[in-house]
Antibody, heavy 122, light 108 residues
Framework: EVQLVQSGAEVKKPGESLKISCKGS????????IGWVRQMPGKGLEWMGI????????RYNPSFQGQVTISADKSISTAYLQWSSLKASDTAMFYC???????????????WGQGTLVTVSS | EIVLTQSPGTLSLSPGERATLSCRAS???????LAWYQQKPGQAPRLLIY???SRATGIPDRFSGSGSGTDFTLTISRLEPEDFAVYYC?????????FGQGTKVEIK
């Protein structure tokens, strides 16, 4: 069974750093692109970027480039989303999701993690 | 960047009725790489339709997708109680792979 299990909710202060995780299981982690999607409170879905764990090839939405870093550790089948200096406006739910077909990012997301709620408040 | 505009913002219908949701793109979607997702409160999105008209695994046949180029439609032939949710379209034919703002289907 394919599963993406994300790390738990976080409460942080502005200026702090954070790294959240997404662990894949039940499939070949290195051969499927993984993406990250932001959902701000009461709002829609925003595509942040994707990574191919096999070689760590990464693509960003220009709106998020420089604001976050996407990475992966294929040895433990885990993808990451990190911030070096959080802002209050980073408060949101963040989902990781797997692409439908191996080796291609030109397909939709089929499996999603349960989401990680990040709250940034002083 | 391709902007997807969904309409209406909210659709108020009764169980058993037909729902028609629209997604319009600011430019042609490459290869009709258009997907629809359903999201219920407190849950992650679920893939319904991809390639504009192909149902994802396990999706009931009351859900259908159509359209090409810049105009796409998701149709739910007869609404079941579990279908009341928010629906998003997404184009994945060009980067960044944008989502529409969502259509909420609510019980009338």
């Amino acid at each position: 069974e394919v599963q993406l299990v994300q790390s738990g909710a976080e409460v942080k202060k502005p200026g702090e750093s954070l790294k959240i995780s997404c662990k894949g299981s039940g499939y070949s982690f290195t051969t499927y692109w993984i993406g990250w999607v932001r959902q701000m409170p009461g709002k829609g879905l925003e595509w942040m970027g994707i990574i191919y764990p096999g070689d760590s090839d990464t693509r960003y939405n220009p709106s998020f480039q420089g604001q976050v870093t996407i990475s992966a550790d294929k040895s433990i089948s885990t993808a990451y989303l990190q911030w070096s200096s959080l802002k209050a406006s980073d408060t949101a739910m963040f989902y990781c999701a797997r692409h439908l077909s191996p080796q291609s990012s030109w397909v939709p997301f089929d499996y999603w993690g349960q989401g990680t709620l990040v709250t940034v408040s002083s | 960047e391709i902007v997807l505009t969904q309409s209406p913002g909210t659709l108020s219908l009764s169980p058993g009725e037909r729902a028609t949701l629209s997604c319009r793109a600011s430019q042609s979607v490459s290869s009709n790489y258009l997907a629809w997702y359903q999201q219920k409160p407190g849950q992650a999105p679920r893939l319904l339709i991809y390639g504009a008209s192909s149902r994802a695994t396990g999706i009931p046949d009351r859900f259908s997708g159509s359209g090409s180029g810049t105009d796409f439609t998701l149709t739910i032939s007869r609404l079941e109680p579990e279908d009341f949710a928010v629906y998003y379209c997404q184009q994945y034919g060009s980067s960044p792979k944008t989502f529409g703002q969502g259509t909420k289907v609510e019980i009338k």
